[in-house]
């Protein structure tokens, strides 16, 4: 992954899931990693999101993708406060291939994806990319 003071001027604060504070998520947008059962914010949220993550799948608009061979990647209002956003298993989503040049250091994902896990990722993708799309004005798939 592209390193975020080379490329944006900036660093990310880093915090153990379990340390995150209220005062964090009042006044940032968090980046979580893992699935509701790894990640004890995104555990906290995961029936509040517009797309259902269990341990058995991930649900978008009535599909349900195999969470074992499945992740999502999705940025959405974070539910405990409203004023932020939840990242979810991503950061910028261009790839290696895309440092060659500032030109091609733009978004590739929309607001959601659904990756298959058993496509290894290359210098463009995080894997194959199954379904991606944006979110209506509601916040609705």
Excluded: C
Aim: proline residues 9%.
């Amino acid at each position: 992954m592209p390193n975020g003071r080379k490329q944006f001027r900036g660093d990310a604060l880093v915090s153990d899931d379990q340390h995150v504070s209220d005062a964090e998520i009042v006044s940032s947008n968090l980046v979580l990693w893992g699935d509701p059962s790894s990640n004890r914010i995104l555990a906290r949220i995961a029936a509040q999101l517009p797309i259902q993550w269990t341990a058995q799948g991930i649900t978008v608009s009535g599909k349900t993708y195999d969470s074992a061979k499945h992740t999502l990647i999705m940025i959405y209002p974070n539910p405990l406060n409203p004023n932020r956003y939840v990242v979810l298993n991503s950061g910028f989503t261009f790839r290696d291939f895309d440092q060659l040049n500032n030109a091609r250091q733009t978004p590739k994902l929309p607001d959601y994806a659904v990756i298959d896990l058993d496509t290894p990722p290359d210098a463009r993708w995080p894997g194959k990319v199954v379904l991606a799309g944006f979110f209506n004005e509601a916040w609705k798939p």
